[in-house]
T-cell receptor
Framework: DAGITQSPRHKVTETGTPVTLRCHQT?????MYWYRQDPGHGLRLIHY???????DKGEVSDGYSVSRSKTEDFLLTLESATSSQTSVYFC????????????FGNGTRLTVT | GENVEQHPSTLSVQEGDSAVIKCTYS??????FPWYKQELGKRPQLIID?????GEKKDQRIAVTLNKTAKHFSLHITETQPEDSAVYFC????????????FGKGTTLSVSS
């Protein structure tokens, strides 16, 4: 299995509070991604990174920001959490674009009350 | 951007039967089409993928077919077993900088014995 660690694994927070999720990889892969998974919606891309300090928006980026200061770490921040951001968040990595597969972390279950 | 449609959303089969899941995509530049399996409470895991220069690929009981003209691809599982029960996701991506995997909404496959 690819060396991907997401933290925390579970979090409950209140509406309006900031939340940061962390993804750490030991594979030295250039590309990292954040997806959210919700029933009936599958996996939707939030943000992705194609190198240190290089990031771009995905399908559902509103309300989220990301940072990548090191190859191994990709942070997802909810500046002011809302109930609609209750979800399971998956980090993924890939070696390259094109034909390179994604490998997923174990996910973070976030509940916003 | 890319849009991936997946059908059916649920599929129930008897053990030993075949199962077929179909996906269509919108971006003619897409050339990488992976399939992921997600068991309950687990992360999505790659089961098979196909590149656009190949029409069909097999791996034991699993096969994927691709029709680039019609922009659709399918997953075929033969001799289904109860352990095949899971959610299956198709995805598509173009081999271009700044692109990421876009997923279908998933198919819940139930195999009854």
């Amino acid at each position: 299995d690819a060396g991907i660690t997401q933290s925390p694994r579970h979090k409950v927070t209140e509406t309006g509070t900031p939340v940061t999720l962390r993804c750490h990889q030991t594979e030295n892969h250039r590309y990292m991604y954040w997806y959210r998974q919700d029933p009936g919606h599958g996996l939707r891309l939030i943000h992705y990174s194609y190198g240190v300090k290089d990031t771009d928006k995905g399908e559902v980026s509103d309300g989220y920001s990301v940072s990548r200061s090191k190859t191994e770490d990709f942070l997802l921040t909810l500046e002011s959490a809302t109930s609609s951001q209750t979800s399971v968040y998956f980090c993924a990595i890939s070696e390259a674009v094109g034909n390179s597969p994604l490998h997923f972390g174990n996910g973070t279950r976030l509940t916003v009350t | 951007g890319e849009n991936v449609e997946q059908h059916p959303s649920t599929l129930s089969v008897q053990e030993g039967d075949s199962a077929v899941i179909k996906c269509t995509y919108s971006d003619s530049a897409s050339n990488y089409f992976p399939w992921y399996k997600q068991e309950l409470g687990k992360r999505p895991q790659l089961i098979i993928d196909i590149r656009s220069n190949v029409g069909e690929k097999k791996d034991q009981r699993i096969a994927v077919t691709l029709n680039k003209t019609a922009k659709h691809f399918s997953l075929h599982i033969t001799e289904t077993q109860p352990e095949d029960s899971a959610v299956y996701f198709c995805a598509a991506r173009a081999n271009q900088a700044g692109t990421a995997l876009i997923f279908g909404k998933g198919t819940t496959l139930s195999v009854s014995s």
